[in-house]
Protein backbone atom coordinates (compact mmCIF):
# COMPACT_ATOMS: atom_id res chain seq x y z
CA UNK A 1 0.00 0.00 0.00
CA UNK A 2 1.46 2.98 -0.74
CA UNK A 3 2.60 5.88 1.23
CA UNK A 4 -0.26 8.50 -0.04
CA UNK A 5 -2.97 5.76 1.60
CA UNK A 6 -1.55 6.11 4.32
CA UNK A 7 -1.26 9.77 4.74
CA UNK A 8 -4.84 10.48 3.30
CA UNK A 9 -6.74 8.16 5.99
CA UNK A 10 -4.39 10.75 8.32
CA UNK A 11 -5.65 13.58 6.55
CA UNK A 12 -9.55 12.18 6.77
CA UNK A 13 -9.40 10.91 10.19
CA UNK A 14 -7.30 13.98 12.09
CA UNK A 15 -6.91 16.13 9.82
CA UNK A 16 -3.45 16.28 9.56
CA UNK A 17 -1.27 17.79 6.31
CA UNK A 18 1.68 15.26 6.17
CA UNK A 19 3.55 17.88 4.45
CA UNK A 20 3.72 19.73 8.08
CA UNK A 21 6.00 16.23 9.97
CA UNK A 22 7.22 15.47 6.63
CA UNK A 23 6.59 12.21 5.25
CA UNK A 24 9.33 9.96 6.68
CA UNK A 25 7.87 10.95 10.01
CA UNK A 26 4.04 9.08 8.70
CA UNK A 27 6.43 5.94 7.06
CA UNK A 28 8.34 5.88 10.41
CA UNK A 29 4.97 5.39 12.47
CA UNK A 30 3.61 2.79 9.92
CA UNK A 31 6.72 0.85 10.12
CA UNK A 32 6.87 0.92 13.76
CA UNK A 33 3.13 0.01 14.29
CA UNK A 34 4.15 -2.81 11.53
CA UNK A 35 6.85 -4.05 13.90
CA UNK A 36 4.88 -4.38 17.09
CA UNK A 37 2.18 -6.48 15.07
CA UNK A 38 5.01 -8.68 13.75
CA UNK A 39 3.49 -7.56 9.64
CA UNK A 40 5.84 -7.45 6.84
CA UNK A 41 3.45 -6.07 4.19
CA UNK A 42 2.22 -2.45 4.37
CA UNK A 43 -1.18 -4.17 2.13
CA UNK A 44 -1.76 -6.09 5.25
CA UNK A 45 -1.20 -3.50 7.81
CA UNK A 46 -3.72 -1.09 5.69
CA UNK A 47 -6.35 -3.75 5.95
CA UNK A 48 -5.88 -3.87 9.27
CA UNK A 49 -5.54 -0.68 10.55
CA UNK A 50 -8.98 -0.02 8.17
CA UNK A 51 -10.65 -2.32 10.32
CA UNK A 52 -9.88 -1.75 13.95
CA UNK A 53 -10.60 1.98 15.35
CA UNK A 54 -7.92 0.84 18.34
CA UNK A 55 -5.24 0.21 15.97
CA UNK A 56 -6.19 3.63 14.12
CA UNK A 57 -5.72 5.17 17.30
CA UNK A 58 -2.15 3.66 18.10
CA UNK A 59 -1.07 4.66 14.11
CA UNK A 60 -2.60 8.35 15.52
CA UNK A 61 -0.52 7.99 18.67
CA UNK A 62 2.60 6.99 16.49
CA UNK A 63 2.15 10.42 14.86
CA UNK A 64 2.10 12.26 17.28
CA UNK A 65 4.57 13.00 19.61
CA UNK A 66 3.80 16.05 22.28
CA UNK A 67 6.32 18.40 23.69
CA UNK A 68 4.95 20.62 26.19
CA UNK A 69 5.75 21.82 29.65
CA UNK A 70 4.25 24.10 33.18
CA UNK A 71 3.84 27.62 31.41
CA UNK A 72 5.39 27.13 27.96
CA UNK A 73 5.25 30.43 26.67
CA UNK A 74 4.14 32.11 29.61
CA UNK A 75 3.60 35.75 28.11
CA UNK A 76 0.42 33.67 26.79
CA UNK A 77 -0.57 33.33 30.75
CA UNK A 78 -0.03 36.67 31.60
CA UNK A 79 -2.15 38.37 28.88
CA UNK A 80 -5.00 35.79 30.04
CA UNK A 81 -4.76 37.59 33.55
CA UNK A 82 -5.07 41.07 32.16
CA UNK A 83 -7.92 40.31 29.41
CA UNK A 84 -9.95 38.07 32.06
CA UNK A 85 -9.65 40.96 34.62
CA UNK A 86 -10.52 43.82 31.70
CA UNK A 87 -13.06 42.12 30.13
CA UNK A 88 -14.73 39.13 31.54
CA UNK A 89 -14.57 40.03 35.37
CA UNK A 90 -16.69 43.20 35.23
CA UNK A 91 -19.56 41.72 33.20
CA UNK A 92 -19.61 38.85 34.87
CA UNK A 93 -18.26 39.28 38.60
CA UNK A 94 -19.83 36.02 39.58
CA UNK A 95 -20.05 33.76 37.54
CA UNK A 96 -18.29 30.51 35.97
CA UNK A 97 -15.31 31.21 33.97
CA UNK A 98 -15.33 28.64 30.93
CA UNK A 99 -12.09 27.21 29.25
CA UNK A 100 -10.96 25.16 26.87
CA UNK A 101 -7.61 23.58 26.41
CA UNK A 102 -6.81 21.67 22.91
CA UNK A 103 -5.02 19.94 22.54
CA UNK A 104 -4.10 19.51 26.32
CA UNK A 105 -1.62 16.95 26.02
CA UNK A 106 -0.53 15.65 29.29
CA UNK A 107 -2.14 18.41 31.16
CA UNK A 108 0.66 20.61 31.54
CA UNK A 109 -1.34 23.52 30.02
CA UNK A 110 -4.36 22.88 31.26
CA UNK A 111 -3.13 23.59 34.71
CA UNK A 112 -1.08 26.21 33.99
CA UNK A 113 -4.27 28.33 33.28
CA UNK A 114 -5.87 27.22 36.72
CA UNK A 115 -2.59 28.12 38.13
CA UNK A 116 -2.13 31.58 36.69
CA UNK A 117 -5.86 32.86 37.43
CA UNK A 118 -5.24 31.28 40.70
CA UNK A 119 -2.19 33.49 41.74
CA UNK A 120 -4.36 36.55 40.45
CA UNK A 121 -7.11 35.81 43.19
CA UNK A 122 -9.55 34.09 40.81
CA UNK A 123 -11.62 31.66 43.89
CA UNK A 124 -11.55 28.11 42.32
CA UNK A 125 -14.78 27.56 42.28
CA UNK A 126 -15.46 30.53 39.35
CA UNK A 127 -12.94 28.31 36.87
CA UNK A 128 -14.15 25.31 34.93
CA UNK A 129 -11.14 24.02 32.78
CA UNK A 130 -12.08 21.27 29.59
CA UNK A 131 -8.98 19.49 28.51
CA UNK A 132 -9.04 18.15 25.32
CA UNK A 133 -6.90 15.92 23.61
CA UNK A 134 -6.87 13.24 20.29
CA UNK A 135 -4.17 11.11 21.65
CA UNK A 136 -5.42 8.62 24.37
CA UNK A 137 -2.07 7.63 26.05
CA UNK A 138 -1.74 11.57 26.79
CA UNK A 139 -5.08 11.85 28.61
CA UNK A 140 -3.93 8.75 29.97
CA UNK A 141 -0.32 10.23 31.92
CA UNK A 142 -2.69 13.36 32.69
CA UNK A 143 -4.92 11.23 34.43
CA UNK A 144 -1.92 9.82 36.12
CA UNK A 145 -0.75 13.13 36.89
CA UNK A 146 2.94 12.26 37.70
CA UNK A 147 5.12 14.81 36.36
CA UNK A 148 8.77 14.57 36.32
CA UNK A 149 11.33 17.11 36.17
CA UNK A 150 11.32 17.53 32.01
CA UNK A 151 7.88 19.39 32.95
CA UNK A 152 9.28 21.80 35.21
CA UNK A 153 11.47 24.77 33.14
CA UNK A 154 12.79 27.77 33.68
CA UNK A 155 13.75 29.59 37.12
CA UNK A 156 10.21 30.59 38.20
CA UNK A 157 9.19 27.44 39.91
CA UNK A 158 7.22 28.73 43.41
CA UNK A 159 4.48 27.19 41.52
CA UNK A 160 4.71 23.94 41.83
CA UNK A 161 5.42 24.43 46.33
CA UNK A 162 2.38 25.33 46.21
CA UNK A 163 -0.02 23.57 44.23
CA UNK A 164 1.76 20.34 43.68
CA UNK A 165 3.28 17.83 46.28
CA UNK A 166 6.14 15.06 46.04
CA UNK A 167 6.27 12.07 45.20
CA UNK A 168 8.31 8.81 44.82
CA UNK A 169 8.01 9.09 40.63
CA UNK A 170 7.82 12.75 40.70
CA UNK A 171 5.11 16.15 41.58
CA UNK A 172 1.48 15.49 41.42
CA UNK A 173 -1.21 17.92 41.48
CA UNK A 174 -2.97 18.86 44.40
CA UNK A 175 -6.33 17.06 44.39
CA UNK A 176 -8.48 19.82 44.62
CA UNK A 177 -6.26 21.13 41.84
CA UNK A 178 -7.19 18.09 40.01
CA UNK A 179 -10.48 18.59 40.50
CA UNK A 180 -11.31 21.63 38.66
CA UNK A 181 -9.93 20.11 35.08
CA UNK A 182 -11.99 18.14 33.38
CA UNK A 183 -9.75 16.20 30.97
CA UNK A 184 -11.75 14.08 27.99
CA UNK A 185 -10.86 12.77 24.42
CA UNK A 186 -11.83 14.34 21.42
CA UNK A 187 -10.66 15.43 17.93
CA UNK A 188 -11.33 19.66 16.48
CA UNK A 189 -11.01 18.13 13.08
CA UNK A 190 -13.80 16.03 13.57
CA UNK A 191 -17.10 17.11 12.00
CA UNK A 192 -19.78 18.38 14.82
CA UNK A 193 -16.84 18.38 17.21
CA UNK A 194 -18.25 20.09 20.98
CA UNK A 195 -16.41 20.33 23.68
CA UNK A 196 -19.34 20.94 26.22
CA UNK A 197 -22.49 21.82 26.41
CA UNK A 198 -22.04 25.56 26.84
CA UNK A 199 -20.05 27.88 24.77
CA UNK A 200 -16.27 29.14 26.41
CA UNK A 201 -15.09 32.30 27.51
CA UNK A 202 -11.23 30.92 26.92
CA UNK A 203 -9.97 28.81 24.37
CA UNK A 204 -6.53 27.97 24.29
CA UNK A 205 -5.69 26.52 20.54
CA UNK A 206 -1.73 26.57 20.57
CA UNK A 207 0.06 24.86 17.96
CA UNK A 208 -2.08 22.52 16.51
CA UNK A 209 -3.20 24.01 13.52
CA UNK A 210 -0.01 24.30 11.85
CA UNK A 211 -0.37 20.37 10.82
CA UNK A 212 -4.05 20.63 9.72
CA UNK A 213 -4.12 21.19 5.95
CA UNK A 214 -5.42 24.37 4.38
CA UNK A 215 -9.04 23.06 4.56
CA UNK A 216 -9.12 21.47 8.01
CA UNK A 217 -7.71 24.87 8.78
CA UNK A 218 -10.61 26.67 7.84
CA UNK A 219 -12.96 24.33 9.47
CA UNK A 220 -11.48 24.41 12.57
CA UNK A 221 -10.75 28.43 12.67
CA UNK A 222 -14.93 28.13 12.28
CA UNK A 223 -15.53 25.09 14.64
CA UNK A 224 -13.26 27.81 17.46
CA UNK A 225 -15.68 30.96 16.47
CA UNK A 226 -18.85 28.26 17.26
CA UNK A 227 -17.25 27.44 20.12
CA UNK A 228 -16.98 30.82 21.62
CA UNK A 229 -18.76 33.21 23.31
CA UNK A 230 -19.40 36.48 21.51
CA UNK A 231 -16.71 38.47 23.65
CA UNK A 232 -14.31 35.49 23.87
CA UNK A 233 -10.84 35.16 23.61
CA UNK A 234 -8.66 32.75 21.45
CA UNK A 235 -5.09 32.00 22.22
CA UNK A 236 -3.36 30.63 19.26
CA UNK A 237 0.90 29.69 18.91
CA UNK A 238 2.43 32.25 17.19
CA UNK A 239 3.14 30.74 13.68
CA UNK A 240 -0.90 30.37 13.64
CA UNK A 241 -1.53 34.09 14.39
CA UNK A 242 -1.78 34.75 10.63
CA UNK A 243 -4.77 31.89 10.03
CA UNK A 244 -6.68 33.72 13.39
CA UNK A 245 -6.81 37.39 11.53
CA UNK A 246 -7.67 35.95 7.97
CA UNK A 247 -10.48 33.66 9.41
CA UNK A 248 -12.63 36.41 11.90
CA UNK A 249 -10.37 37.28 14.74
CA UNK A 250 -8.51 40.14 15.73
CA UNK A 251 -5.35 40.81 18.06
CA UNK A 252 -6.59 41.70 21.51
CA UNK A 253 -3.35 41.89 23.17
CA UNK A 254 -0.25 44.35 22.98
CA UNK A 255 2.31 41.50 23.63
CA UNK A 256 3.67 38.63 22.38
CA UNK A 257 0.08 36.09 24.15
CA UNK A 258 -1.01 35.58 20.63
CA UNK A 259 -4.25 36.29 21.86
CA UNK A 260 -7.70 37.17 19.35
CA UNK A 261 -11.28 37.61 19.69
CA UNK A 262 -14.11 37.73 16.95
CA UNK A 263 -13.62 40.84 15.08
CA UNK A 264 -15.25 43.65 16.67
CA UNK A 265 -16.01 42.21 19.90
CA UNK A 266 -13.44 44.04 22.20
CA UNK A 267 -13.10 47.39 19.83
CA UNK A 268 -11.10 49.15 23.21
CA UNK A 269 -8.41 46.16 23.33
CA UNK A 270 -7.12 46.55 19.31
CA UNK A 271 -3.67 45.45 19.21
CA UNK A 272 -3.13 49.88 19.41
CA UNK A 273 -4.95 50.41 22.02
CA UNK A 274 -3.76 51.63 25.48
CA UNK A 275 -5.90 51.17 28.61
CA UNK A 276 -7.89 53.41 30.32
CA UNK A 277 -6.97 54.12 34.00
CA UNK A 278 -10.25 52.17 35.45
CA UNK A 279 -8.72 49.34 33.11
CA UNK A 280 -5.07 49.57 34.66
CA UNK A 281 -6.45 49.36 37.67
CA UNK A 282 -8.60 46.22 37.44
CA UNK A 283 -5.33 44.84 35.65
CA UNK A 284 -3.10 45.67 39.02
CA UNK A 285 -5.94 44.47 40.72
CA UNK A 286 -5.74 41.42 39.61
CA UNK A 287 -1.63 40.93 38.58
CA UNK A 288 -0.96 37.23 39.55
CA UNK A 289 1.09 37.69 42.80
CA UNK A 290 3.84 35.18 42.52
CA UNK A 291 3.59 34.18 38.17
CA UNK A 292 6.62 35.37 36.10
CA UNK A 293 7.12 37.51 33.25
CA UNK A 294 4.22 40.09 33.99
CA UNK A 295 4.24 43.60 32.39
CA UNK A 296 6.48 45.33 34.52
CA UNK A 297 9.77 45.87 32.77
CA UNK A 298 12.81 48.07 34.11
CA UNK A 299 14.52 49.33 31.16
CA UNK A 300 18.43 49.55 32.43
CA UNK A 301 20.07 52.99 30.89
CA UNK A 302 23.38 51.73 29.59
CA UNK A 303 26.34 53.36 32.00
CA UNK A 304 29.58 54.53 29.29
CA UNK A 305 31.65 52.58 31.11
CA UNK A 306 29.46 49.86 32.78
CA UNK A 307 29.23 46.70 31.98
CA UNK A 308 27.60 45.31 28.74
CA UNK A 309 23.79 45.67 28.41
CA UNK A 310 22.28 42.37 27.05
CA UNK A 311 19.84 44.48 24.70
CA UNK A 312 18.33 41.20 23.07
CA UNK A 313 17.16 40.51 26.89
CA UNK A 314 15.40 43.61 27.16
CA UNK A 315 13.85 43.01 23.63
CA UNK A 316 12.65 40.23 24.85
CA UNK A 317 10.93 41.50 28.12
CA UNK A 318 9.58 44.78 26.42
CA UNK A 319 8.27 42.08 23.99
CA UNK A 320 6.32 40.02 26.70
CA UNK A 321 5.40 43.33 28.13
CA UNK A 322 3.57 44.56 24.74
CA UNK A 323 5.79 47.12 24.63
CA UNK A 324 6.62 46.53 20.88
CA UNK A 325 7.67 49.59 19.21
CA UNK A 326 10.44 49.70 22.14
CA UNK A 327 11.57 46.06 21.77
CA UNK A 328 11.34 46.28 18.02
CA UNK A 329 14.18 49.75 18.36
CA UNK A 330 16.00 47.60 21.12
CA UNK A 331 16.61 44.81 18.49
CA UNK A 332 17.86 47.17 15.56
CA UNK A 333 19.74 48.63 18.32
CA UNK A 334 21.70 45.09 18.84
CA UNK A 335 21.73 44.03 15.52
CA UNK A 336 23.63 47.71 14.84
CA UNK A 337 26.15 47.24 17.36
CA UNK A 338 26.30 43.20 17.64
CA UNK A 339 26.16 42.40 13.86
CA UNK A 340 23.57 39.99 12.18
CA UNK A 341 21.59 38.00 14.60
CA UNK A 342 19.22 34.88 14.12
CA UNK A 343 17.82 35.50 17.72
CA UNK A 344 17.33 39.23 17.48
CA UNK A 345 16.00 38.51 13.55
CA UNK A 346 13.13 36.38 14.79
CA UNK A 347 12.26 38.02 17.19
CA UNK A 348 11.41 40.92 14.68
CA UNK A 349 9.76 38.60 12.96
CA UNK A 350 7.18 37.70 16.10
CA UNK A 351 7.08 41.10 16.85
CA UNK A 352 5.97 41.97 12.79
CA UNK A 353 3.33 39.27 13.34
CA UNK A 354 2.28 40.34 16.45
CA UNK A 355 1.30 44.04 14.83
CA UNK A 356 -0.47 42.29 11.74
CA UNK A 357 2.86 42.57 9.03
CA UNK A 358 3.16 38.86 7.95
CA UNK A 359 5.32 40.01 5.10
CA UNK A 360 7.51 41.92 7.12
CA UNK A 361 7.70 38.94 9.86
CA UNK A 362 8.53 36.74 6.95
CA UNK A 363 11.61 38.47 5.84
CA UNK A 364 12.92 38.68 9.16
CA UNK A 365 12.29 34.62 9.38
CA UNK A 366 14.14 34.28 6.37
CA UNK A 367 17.25 36.32 7.72
CA UNK A 368 16.99 33.61 10.71
CA UNK A 369 17.20 30.73 9.06
CA UNK A 370 19.91 32.31 6.52
CA UNK A 371 22.56 32.77 9.54
CA UNK A 372 20.99 29.60 11.47
CA UNK A 373 19.83 27.45 8.71
CA UNK A 374 18.42 24.61 11.58
CA UNK A 375 16.28 27.44 13.57
CA UNK A 376 13.68 25.15 13.86
CA UNK A 377 10.93 27.86 14.58
CA UNK A 378 11.78 30.18 11.39
CA UNK A 379 11.99 27.18 9.77
CA UNK A 380 8.37 26.58 10.57
CA UNK A 381 7.07 30.01 10.14
CA UNK A 382 8.08 29.88 7.33
CA UNK A 383 6.56 27.22 5.87
CA UNK A 384 3.53 28.39 7.27
CA UNK A 385 3.93 31.26 5.02
CA UNK A 386 4.49 29.28 1.60
CA UNK A 387 1.34 27.38 2.93
CA UNK A 388 -0.49 30.30 2.38
CA UNK A 389 0.71 31.42 -0.65
CA UNK A 390 0.07 27.81 -2.28
CA UNK A 391 3.45 26.30 -2.23
CA UNK A 392 3.00 23.22 -0.54
CA UNK A 393 6.39 21.47 -1.97
CA UNK A 394 8.52 24.45 -0.47
CA UNK A 395 6.03 24.04 2.96
CA UNK A 396 7.10 20.21 3.40
CA UNK A 397 10.37 21.25 2.49
CA UNK A 398 10.63 23.36 4.67
CA UNK A 399 9.06 21.30 7.87
CA UNK A 400 10.42 18.21 6.77
CA UNK A 401 14.09 20.16 8.02
CA UNK A 402 12.74 21.51 11.29
CA UNK A 403 11.40 17.64 11.97
CA UNK A 404 15.03 16.26 11.31
CA UNK A 405 16.64 19.01 13.63
CA UNK A 406 13.61 18.27 16.22
CA UNK A 407 14.77 14.55 16.25
CA UNK A 408 17.86 14.51 17.00
CA UNK A 409 18.82 14.02 20.76
CA UNK A 410 18.41 17.06 22.85
CA UNK A 411 21.52 17.78 25.25
CA UNK A 412 19.00 19.35 28.15
CA UNK A 413 15.33 19.29 28.47
CA UNK A 414 14.32 22.76 27.02
CA UNK A 415 14.45 24.08 23.60
CA UNK A 416 14.93 27.36 21.87
CA UNK A 417 11.13 28.87 22.48
CA UNK A 418 12.36 29.06 26.35
CA UNK A 419 16.04 30.58 25.35
CA UNK A 420 14.34 32.99 23.29
CA UNK A 421 11.68 33.77 25.72
CA UNK A 422 8.61 33.06 23.34
Not at 125 to 149: F, K, M, P, Q, T
Not at 258 to 282: I, Q
Not at 351 to 376: I, M, N, S, W
Amino acid sequence: MARIDFEDLLKNTMGLDAASIGSASVERAVRLRMDVLGLRQANSYWQHVCGSPGELQELIEAVVVPETWFFRAPEAFAALVRLVAREWRPSAPSSMLRVLSIPCSTGEEPYSIVMSLLDAGFPRHWLHVDAVDISAHALARAARGVYGANSFRGVELGFRERYFRRTAKGYTPADWLRGIVNFQDGNLASPGFSAGEEPYDVIFCRNLLIYFDCSTQERSMKTLAGLLTPRGMLFVGPAEAYLASRNGFAAVDRGMSFAFCKTGAMHANSLHSHPTPAERRAQEGLAPRRAPNMNVVSVPAPAPDGPRVDKLEIARKLADAGRLEEAAAWCETNLREQGPSSETYYLLGLVRDAVGDRDGATTFYRKAVYLEPEHVEGLMHLALANQTQGDTAAAERLRQRARRVEERPKEAPRDRQEKSGI
